[in-house]
């Protein structure tokens, strides 16, 4: 194989890692422009990382130069595949000790929407964006991210296509929804050799009968939060909802937990609270039924909104008659908290390093340049 040509090395050790990726550009201003844009990325923010700002050039008057139309050319233009950067990352994270994934992770899968304007860009639509708690126009990217309590880091991130988009809608074969999207992303990062402990998903995701089905059908275990009063058919005086399960159960204080056992939960910067859990029942679900309900709360008293989870599992009980036959191991009450807390504080905190380095800076329009742009943020270091 001809070596490839050399350029310009990138700024200190980020040369060493960009070197890693040469073999996946063809040219040598490929990978000159591979090093432009992730030393861009990682400078000091001052202001939005459009190609004006990743150059270094004014905000208005830089757009014409030589180095923001390069980089131009090499986002919009030039010929390579933002997967096989990504899946390069993501050899290197399988490969180092210090990154590798193991089976107490959580695979995290969320979508983060990000505002544009008008209608030509692709995948922009008039949608939900959770991050801003409306509906507005914008793009939607569901992402997978692998987690421990130590670190974290981003795995496969797939534009959302709203159904507008497509000649027959909702009806066209091209057309996925996130839950479907979702759901592929985890099944990928399994088969790409990602281990973890299980699935982690907000009750955007927990509340589809669905979804939960695709993953379980896949073989996949699961943590997922549910709305407080998402309903379920039940008898005239059993439970009707994840609220009225957990109310309930028995409390009598902390001295005398009733049906509540004490668990911790850690924060990651090293803060711990007490909290207590129970299993509840509601409708078919039960500590021993296909699905568990699992309830974990600061106040079993009062079931605060803000400090209590309603999770539903697919993780046998300890002890319990489905650990023999289930392919997942057992999980105890302080386990299933322990994984669904590392899906809380991943939420925000991920947010903010994206941010950071420019996810939602992007002012290209086309399909192929939005992937590039995600791909070279998750490369530079999307995680944390």
């Given at each position: 194989m001809t070596k490839p040509r050399s350029c310009p090395p990138a700024p200190g050790p980020l040369e060493g890692y960009a070197a890693r990726f040469d073999d996946?550009?063809?040219?040598?201003?490929?990978?000159?422009?591979?090093?432009d844009y992730l030393a861009g990325l990682?400078?000091?923010?001052?202001?939005?990382?459009?190609?004006?700002?990743?150059?270094?050039?004014?905000?208005?008057?830089?757009?014409g130069h030589p180095v923001v139309q390069r980089?131009?050319?090499?986002?919009?233009?030039?010929?390579?595949?933002?997967?096989?950067?990504?899946?390069?990352?993501?050899?290197?994270?399988?490969?180092?000790?210090?990154?590798?994934?193991?089976?107490g992770g959580v695979l995290v899968i969320d979508d983060s929407g990000d505002r544009k304007d008008g209608t030509k860009t692709a995948h922009v639509g008039h949608q939900w964006l959770g991050r801003y708690g409306k509906t507005d126009n914008g793009v939607v990217t569901v992402t997978t991210v692998w987690a421990d309590e130590r670190l974290y880091y981003p795995v496969h991130a797939v534009p959302y296509t709203p159904a507008r988009h497509f000649p027959k809608g909702k009806g066209d074969p091209g057309f996925r929804t996130k839950l479907a999207i979702g759901a592929d992303l985890a099944a990928k990062a399994r088969a790409a050799g990602f281990v973890f402990r299980a699935v982690a998903a907000d009750s955007a995701y927990g509340d589809q009968d669905g979804f939960r089905g695709e993953l379980a059908e896949a073989g996949l275990p699961f943590v997922m939060a549910l709305?407080?009063?998402?309903?379920t058919w039940a008898y005239g005086a059993d439970a009707h909802t994840p609220v009225d399960a957990a109310r309930a159960l028995a409390w009598h204080g902390p001295d005398d937990p009733g049906d509540w056992q004490a668990v911790t939960r850690a924060?990651?910067?090293?803060r711990t609270e007490t909290w207590y859990a129970a299993d509840a029942a509601l409708g078919w679900w039960g500590p021993d039924g296909a699905r568990r309900l699992v309830v974990a709360t600061a106040d079993p008293a009062t079931l605060p909104?803000?400090?209590?989870?309603?999770?539903?599992?697919?993780?046998?009980?300890?002890?319990?008659?489905?650990?023999?036959d289930s392919p997942h191991p057992a999980a105890g009450l302080?386990?299933?908290?322990?994984?669904?807390?590392?899906?809380?504080?991943?939420?925000?905190?991920?947010?903010?390093?994206?941010?950071e380095l420019?996810?939602?800076d992007f002012q290209v329009r086309s399909d192929i340049a939005i992937r590039r742009h995600q791909a070279l943020v998750t490369s530079g270091g999307g995680g944390g």
């Amino acid at each position: 194989m001809t070596k490839p040509r050399s350029c310009p090395p990138a700024p200190g050790p980020l040369e060493g890692y960009a070197a890693r990726f040469d073999d996946l550009f063809t040219h040598v201003a490929q990978r000159r422009g591979f090093r432009d844009y992730l030393a861009g990325l990682l400078a000091p923010r001052d202001r939005n990382k459009t190609l004006t700002a990743l150059a270094g050039a004014g905000p208005v008057t830089g757009a014409g130069h030589p180095v923001v139309q390069r980089l131009q050319f090499f986002l919009s233009e030039s010929r390579w595949d933002p997967e096989q950067v990504n899946a390069r990352r993501l050899e290197l994270l399988l490969a180092d000790p210090a990154t590798a994934p193991h089976g107490g992770g959580v695979l995290v899968i969320d979508d983060s929407g990000d505002r544009k304007d008008g209608t030509k860009t692709a995948h922009v639509g008039h949608q939900w964006l959770g991050r801003y708690g409306k509906t507005d126009n914008g793009v939607v990217t569901v992402t997978t991210v692998w987690a421990d309590e130590r670190l974290y880091y981003p795995v496969h991130a797939v534009p959302y296509t709203p159904a507008r988009h497509f000649p027959k809608g909702k009806g066209d074969p091209g057309f996925r929804t996130k839950l479907a999207i979702g759901a592929d992303l985890a099944a990928k990062a399994r088969a790409a050799g990602f281990v973890f402990r299980a699935v982690a998903a907000d009750s955007a995701y927990g509340d589809q009968d669905g979804f939960r089905g695709e993953l379980a059908e896949a073989g996949l275990p699961f943590v997922m939060a549910l709305k407080p009063r998402r309903g379920t058919w039940a008898y005239g005086a059993d439970a009707h909802t994840p609220v009225d399960a957990a109310r309930a159960l028995a409390w009598h204080g902390p001295d005398d937990p009733g049906d509540w056992q004490a668990v911790t939960r850690a924060f990651r910067d090293g803060r711990t609270e007490t909290w207590y859990a129970a299993d509840a029942a509601l409708g078919w679900w039960g500590p021993d039924g296909a699905r568990r309900l699992v309830v974990a709360t600061a106040d079993p008293a009062t079931l605060p909104d803000k400090a209590t989870w309603y999770l539903v599992t697919n993780l046998p009980r300890p002890g319990g008659p489905r650990g023999a036959d289930s392919p997942h191991p057992a999980a105890g009450l302080a386990e299933v908290v322990r994984i669904y807390g590392i899906r809380h504080w991943i939420g925000q905190s991920y947010k903010q390093v994206k941010d950071e380095l420019g996810w939602a800076d992007f002012q290209v329009r086309s399909d192929i340049a939005i992937r590039r742009h995600q791909a070279l943020v998750t490369s530079g270091g999307g995680g944390g």
